[in-house]
């Protein structure tokens, strides 16, 4: 059931509420690949001849921070809603997720 649960990342990118967007995914486990994608996106911008781009937790943690909003909605079945989330939970299954790609 954890797996599966639908969820929304809610995005300012900076202070300009016209950068506000939203993502959305079919479970929290691709919504960590997809802010770990967002952050890889943005190293490619700033970094176009690098080949293999690397970067530890506290690279993305600082890219994290560095947005202006970042939260998630996840449907829980049991009550039949999103329940909401902050930026350290986000960063909290992002560094999870990270970890179980490195094992």
């Known amino acids: 059931m954890q797996a599966n649960r639908h969820t929304i990342i809610l995005m ?6 016209a950068s506000r967007t939203f993502m959305d ?17 943005k190293l490619k911008e700033i970094n176009p001849a690098l080949r293999n781009l690397s970067y530890d937790i506290a690279d993305l943690y600082n890219f994290i921070d560095g947005l202006a909003d970042l939260s998630a909605l996840v449907y829980d079945h049991t ?15 992002t560094f999870q997720h990270l970890k179980k790609l490195a094992h």
Do not use: V
């Open 79 to 93: 009550i039949q809603a999103y329940l909401p989330y902050d930026r350290q939970w986000i960063k909290q299954k």
């Open 12 to 17: 300012q990118a900076s202070h300009n509420r």
């Open 25 to 41: 995914f079919g479970s929290i486990t691709q919504a960590m690949e997809g802010i770990c994608g967002l952050y890889e996106r």
